[in-house]
């Protein structure tokens, strides 16, 4: 488990840390397709949070693609490097998720966000911001459609229907199990929204989640659980 600081040059009020999302955002990628699903390294990232002790915990697992089996997994432990605040919940998880990515013996191919890429109010969700600062493919799959309106997809698995923020197109909802509440699918970087689609549906064989998220959250919540634990007093 990798221990990680807040960097010196990181954002502290909400004005700067916008600022940082306005230089960034002109550095995402958009005209590329990205990696052929099932092919390569795909790897989920995702955070853990205690509040009340100021702990944040990242982790990072990598699939192949092929198989979905486990091919290597890293965490980080840190500080909260943000308060909660709409829109910018990206830098409260960057420093603790770039860590993990980096204590990867690997490399992570695809990496799948449980979260937002352009389907942001200010178009630079974690998997946009994630994407820009290590180069890689990135794309964000998220459990609600956070200020955007959609049209429910059909039944059947593999249905889409355009996510919307007024007359534009900011990501998808696809239905990864029939009858069951879609996910919402949005670039990040290096990767089409067709192809980022065609990826989540193959990341969820059996579940509504991406294997990559589910395995990713359950081992940041234990790294976190270790974490914290180590802090209580022995009684």
């Known amino acids: 488990m990798t221990t990680v600081g807040i960097p010196d040059d990181w954002p502290v009020t909400e004005e700067q840390a916008r600022a940082v999302q306005d230089a960034l955002r002109a550095r995402v990628v958009l005209d590329e397709a990205g990696p ?17 002790r100021d702990v944040v915990a990242a982790a990072a697992v990598v699939l192949d ?20 605040v709409p829109g910018l919940l990206a830098f409260r998880e ?21 979260g937002y890429g352009l389907a942001h109010p200010r178009r630079f969700g974690l998997a946009a911001h994630l994407g820009v600062l290590t180069g890689l493919p990135t794309i964000g799959v998220a459990k609600n459609p956070f200020t955007f309106t959609y049209a429910d997809p059909d039944t059947p698995r593999g249905s889409t229907a355009p996510l919307l923020d007024g007359a534009e197109e900011v990501g998808r909802a696809l239905r990864t199990r029939d009858g069951v509440k879609p996910v919402f699918v949005s670039v990040g970087n290096r990767v089409g929204l ?30 976190l659980r270790e974490a914290t634990a180590a802090q209580d007093p022995v009684i």
């Not at 990341?203 to 940041?220: G, H, K, V």
């Open 94 to 114: 960057i420093p603790t998720v770039l860590a993990a990515l980096d204590a990867l013996p690997c490399p992570p191919g695809l990496v799948v966000c449980d």
């Open 36 to 52: 052929p699903p099932g092919t390569g390294h795909v790897t989920g990232v995702d955070v853990a949070y205690d509040d009340e």
């Open 194 to 223: 067709t192809n980022a689609c065609a990826h989540t549906l193959a990341l969820t064989p059996a579940y509504r989640l991406p294997e990559t998220t589910r395995r990713a959250d359950a081992l940041c919540r234990g790294a």
């Open 65 to 84: 693609a092929a198989n979905l089996d486990v091919v290597a997994e890293a965490t980080a432990i840190g500080r909260i490097s943000f308060p909660y």
